[in-house]
């Protein structure tokens, strides 16, 4: 799961940034959102055009090592999209959460 303590510096400084506006850490629904607009926007970007569909979902099926706050974004020719890793959390006894660690998928056993 994703959380504010993250420490690659795209999430820090989504967090950081979020916080100092809005007076409070953000939560997964926050950083879901705003992961989708990057994503969106770098399909945009590679597909050079805002307004045909057709060419940003295609463009979507061929991102590759996208740097988002959740992790590493990848796409297939079949549509299959995914994080390429897994972050591990605590959260403690008064419900604050604290990142731990990153796994890749890549050093899991039978992955892939």
Known sequence: ????????????????????????????????????????????????????????????????GLELCMGTYNSDNNRHSFLTELQFVCIDEEGIIQYVSTMSFENIQGAG
């Open 1 to 64: 799961d994703w959380c504010p303590t993250l420490d690659t510096e795209i999430s820090l400084n989504y967090t950081n940034a979020f916080e100092k506006r809005y007076g409070y850490l953000p939560c997964n629904v926050n950083v879901v959102a705003y992961d989708q607009i990057y994503l969106l926007k770098a399909a945009m970007e590679q597909a050079d055009t805002t307004t045909d569909r057709e060419a940003i979902r295609d463009a979507l099926n061929n991102i590759s």
